[in-house]
């Protein structure tokens, strides 16, 4: 589901857009500094500040995110679907990684503090 | 006045703008936002590609509800703004502008942040448009920082 092309999209270099909606249908939209591929049918995002995002999917785990190319500002629509939370092990790890890293790019040191690594599962990808 | 004068200014900048609908099961849809205008107290115009906005649309119509982003390319400074929809038309020759100056406005910012290459958004398939006013109802700091997401106003 996941293809080549978007995986750049991923690296952080750009932010990405997460909407969610609360268990009254208000609609909530906040950038997100990464969401993370981990194979073709899940990704991640870093669990850092959002606390309206983590309750909204806590009572609807459906989202949508929009992941861009740095350089081609091409666009991805993904609907996906909450699986779980990580907060140690490999993936939490990379994820702490590479947000060190954006922090870095960005002049956020200090500023990103991984709280759980969020994990995903793809439902549909749209090219906008 | 839900819209503090500090973000009437930051909203005439060049800035990264998003919006989010839902749908009847509550599942959202993110769009692109190209350009926007302070339409009155506490209403909001802004613009969007009718060529990838028929959900976005039909969700404005099912429910009004709207969510507004707002974010710079420099300083990550960011805004939601949530809101409900006034009125939905196409865009009228002087918001066409608007939006091709916002276009270029952004290539220029992508550029000088070294995102891209000059002209990649020059391309942007915009016209037709639609203009989508809504009246704001909450305002909200989303500024990477510890203690970000705080409501700053609301009716």
Known sequence: MITEDMKIAMQGILPSLIATCDADGIPNIAVISQTYYIDKDHVAISHQFFNKTIRNIQSNPHVCLMIIHPSEVAMWMLHATHSHAENEGELFDQMVMQLEA??????????????????????????? | MLLPNQLKQFLLEPRF??????????????????????????????????????????NLLANKLIAFS?????????????????EIRPVNEEEEVLMKNYIVEMDK??????????????????????????SIEQVFDQTPKVGTGKLLTSV
Not at chain 1, 119 to 128: A, C, I, L, M, Y
Not at chain 2, 23 to 51: K, M, P, S, W
Not at chain 2, 109 to 134: D, H, K, N, R
Request: glycine share 8%.
């Open chain 2, 70 to 86: 707002v974010t710079s390319g420099f300083t990550f400074e960011s805004y939601q703004i949530k809101g409900k929809l006034l």
């Open chain 2, 109 to 134: 910012m992508l550029v000088a942040l070294g995102y891209s290459v000059s002209g990649v958004l020059t391309e942007t398939l915009y016209t037709p448009a639609w203009s989508v006013e809504f």
């Open chain 2, 17 to 58: 703008y998003w919006m989010a609908t839902r749908n009847q099961d509550f599942i959202c849809e993110i769009h692109r936002v190209l350009g926007v205008q302070v339409a009155g107290t506490d209403i909001l115009r802004i613009f969007i590609y009718q060529g990838t906005a028929s959900r976005t649309k039909e």
């Open chain 1, 102 to 128: 954006i922090a870095s790019m960005i002049g956020m040191e200090g500023v990103f503090k991984l709280q759980a690594a969020e994990v995903f599962n793809v439902d549909s990808v749209e090219f906008r």
